[in-house]
């Protein structure tokens, strides 16, 4: 692993990948929340791939960071990023009293999932620039 370099703007694509796959899931959490009320199929797909997108991306920004590159926005990184995935695995930890209520728990981790992933990506992408 210490052999292989990562460039940063594979943490960029992927980046703007997080915030894709992070946007999904507050969409489709939100409709499963108030238009099917329940958290279906669907909607558990398009969370854990959110999840999976976001797990691959806090890894290659500990490469980076082990790399020697973004050291002075890693605690923006490691809130944002780690923040972000803590937040969605934080849904599976709260009780679930009905299929209605699970689907708006899950919709309250999405939303509060992409802040973090947004405020990482941008304010990451501005110590970047720098």
């Known amino acids: 692993m210490d052999e292989m ?6 943490h960029l694509m992927v980046g703007v990948l997080v915030l894709l796959t992070s946007l999904a899931a507050v969409v489709t959490t939100g409709r499963g929340a108030f238009r099917l009320k ?3 199929r669907t909607e558990h797909g398009v969370f ?3 999840q ?3 797990m691959l991306q806090v890894m290659i920004g500990i490469k980076l960071l082990d790399q020697g590159m973004g050291t002075l ?3 923006v990184h490691y809130i944002g990023g ?3 995935l803590g937040l969605l695995v934080l849904y599976y930890w709260l009780p679930k009293t009905s299929e209605q209520s699970s689907a708006r728990q899950a919709l309250g981790v999405s939303v509060a999932s992409l802040v973090f992933v ?3 990506f941008f304010v990451g992408g501005l110590y970047a620039r720098q």
Do not use: D, T
């Open 5 to 10: 370099i990562v460039q940063p703007q594979l």
């Open 73 to 75: 926005q890693k605690y």
């Open 52 to 54: 999976i997108v976001l």
């Open 38 to 40: 329940r958290f279906g």
């Open 118 to 120: 947004a405020l990482a």
């Open 82 to 84: 780690a923040g972000a």
């Open 48 to 50: 854990i791939a959110a």
